[in-house]
Nanobody
Framework: QVKLVESGGGLVQAGGSLRLVCAASGRTFSSYAMGWFRQAPGKEREFVAALNWSDRTNYADSVKGRFTISRDNAKNTLYLQMNSLRPEDTAIYYC?????????????????WGQGTTVTVSS
């Protein structure tokens, strides 16, 4: 069982930065593939970024070059550094864990979810 708690969301102007943090419980955090997803009002949840047990990463095309996913296994923490934010990045951002060493771009393949943190980017 893994419990995930996100923080770090907020209101920021376009071009600004935010760092999202996902604190995870459990002793086997390092063996899980982890991901960030987001859901804007009226839209389906979409993949943002993920990394596997060896820290190999994958990004949605819309955030490539602007967002960076990373993890600190000693602190059981996942991060999402978001730079050059755009109004279209506005959404609730969710942290997710997969009971596998390898990431997936599909939200259906993740087993544990946080409650979400809201990011609002003003123009």
């Amino acid at each position: 069982q893994v419990k995930l708690v996100e923080s770090g969301g907020g209101l920021v102007q376009a071009g600004g930065s935010l760092r999202l943090v996902c604190a995870a419980s459990g002793r086997t955090f390092s063996s899980y593939a982890m991901g960030w997803f987001r859901q804007a009002p009226g839209k389906e949840r979409e993949f943002v970024a993920a990394l596997n047990w060896s820290d190999r990463t994958n990004y949605a095309d819309s955030v490539k070059g602007r967002f960076t996913i990373s993890r600190d296994n000693a602190k059981n923490t996942l991060y999402l550094q978001m730079n050059s934010l755009r109004p279209e990045d506005t959404a609730i951002y969710y942290c997710a864990a997969r009971s596998s060493a390898y990431y997936s771009g599909s939200y259906a393949n993740y087993d544990y979810w946080g409650q979400g943190t809201t990011v609002t980017v003003s123009s």
